[in-house]
């Protein structure tokens, strides 16, 4: 349950890369420009809908998830798997629902946990502020000198290419790196690396601002037969 959160909480904020060999193009953005610029995407965002794949390679073994997501601001997300179907992620911004179907069983999650040495929210389902605190928690830098640039086979957008680096060896994703459409600054993919050498790829694919959501599409309601596990996500210390 861990595991496929961890991967959500990234996604909330997002092939193999193909490296141009010409010569690096001149440009003026700097990391930080860049991230000045995905943030104020971000919070400029009401709502969302958008096609979502999540596969995770260990040990020589691969697994992909599928499904549609939903997003509305404030922090309001819900995440349909198709694959494996039935399973869901919802949050109506104050308490995250994971609903593992095989395992029939519920993860409740308060959001408003206010744990200790913390710098921000530990959970958030805030695109603008999950952003605003991954960028606090890892170094960022390009990962070459060409920016933008033809980064992901088969694909003819130009992205920046960031590489974080996380501050603190506390756990989770070690490493990760960013693939940002230089025309919209959206994140449309991203990369991460915990230090087991987990590798967890996130894509979201036909996004759509304009589809209207309501907000009874993010109320969860508990199924009598499952097992309701409390805040799964922290530790009671």
């Known amino acids: ?36 610029k995905i943030k104020k995407k971000f919070s400029e965002i009401g709502s969302y809908s958008a096609d979502f794949q999540i596969r995770t390679e260990e040990n020589k073994k691969e697994k992909t998830m599928r499904g549609k997501c939903l997003y509305k601001r404030p922090g309001k997300i819900r995440y349909n798997f198709n694959e494996p179907e039935g399973d869901e992620i919802v949050s109506d911004g104050k308490t995250l629902y994971i609903f593992i179907k095989k395992l029939g069983a519920v993860g409740k999650q308060d959001l408003s946990l206010d744990k ?35 980064a992901i086979d088969k694909d003819p957008t130009q992205y920046f ?4 680096d996380q501050r603190e060896k506390i756990g989770g994703f070690e490493k990760m790196k960013l693939f940002v ?28 601002f304009e589809e209207e959501i309501q907000d009874g599409v993010f109320n969860f309601h508990i199924s009598g037969n499952a097992k309701i596990v409390n805040n799964p996500l922290v530790s009671e210390n």
């Open 1 to 36: 349950m861990k595991a496929l959160v961890g991967s959500i909480c990234l996604a909330i904020a997002l092939g193999s890369p193909v490296f141009s060999q010409t010569a690096p193009a001149h440009n003026w953005h700097s990391p930080s420009e860049v991230v000045k």
């Open 116 to 150: 200790k040495n913390s710098s921000g929210p530990i959970f958030t389902t805030n695109s603008a502020d999950g952003l605003a605190r991954l960028f606090r928690k890892y170094h960022y830098k390009f990962d070459a000198i060409e920016q933008p640039r033809l």
């Open 161 to 164: 290419v960031l590489e974080l």
């Open 181 to 208: 459409d230089s025309q919209s600054y959206l994140i449309k993919r991203a990369v991460a690396t915990d230090g087991r050498g987990k590798v967890t790829t996130i894509a979201f694919s036909n996004i759509n």
